[in-house]
């Protein structure tokens, strides 16, 4: 068997689906509050630059982080059957939002570092790709 995948193979036997998507309801916790903190990172394209640093968005990446935490945290003690599984749709509807929010998020970098001398928005883009992935491997598993 392939080392890589043995590596893997690893990892998802010791990550269960509920840590995982607390581990990226913290990543995604953690960007939101950096975003709100940094009111003026994003800066290519001019015209957007207004919608890109809004208030809101990052806001709603905190929110976003919380509820997928939250409902991580609540499906184990959840007593009925149709409760657990209500929740455990929510969260993956939650965790797809989270996909999408990395990658939006990396490609928006992805550019910054292309048409900016900002280069330092490159690596934030690798870290983006990276989380990405495990939402991925998280919901293929889920």
């Known amino acids: ?25 913290l990543f995604i ?8 903190h940094d009111s003026h990172y ?11 640093n809004s208030r809101y968005i990052d806001l709603g990446l905190i929110l976003l982080g919380a509820l997928l935490m939250i409902m991580a945290f609540l499906v184990p003690y959840m007593k009925t059957t149709k409760r657990k599984i209500q929740l455990i749709i929510v969260s993956k509807v ?3 939002l989270a996909g999408v929010v990395c990658m939006v998020l990396a490609l928006l970098q992805i550019t910054h570092g292309i048409f900016t001398p ?6 934030s883009a690798w870290g983006d790709f990276i989380i990405f992935c495990f939402v991925y491997l998280t919901a293929s598993d889920a």
């Open 29 to 36: 916790l953690g960007k939101g509050l950096w975003l709100y």
């Open 94 to 96: 939650f965790l797809v």
């Open 42 to 52: 994003f800066i290519y394209p001019p015209q957007f630059q207004n919608i890109e």
């Open 118 to 123: 900002f280069y330092r928005m490159g690596h």
């Open 1 to 25: 068997m392939n080392p890589m995948k043995k590596a893997i193979q690893r990892l998802k036997s010791k990550l269960n689906v509920r840590n995982s998507e607390i581990l990226i309801g």
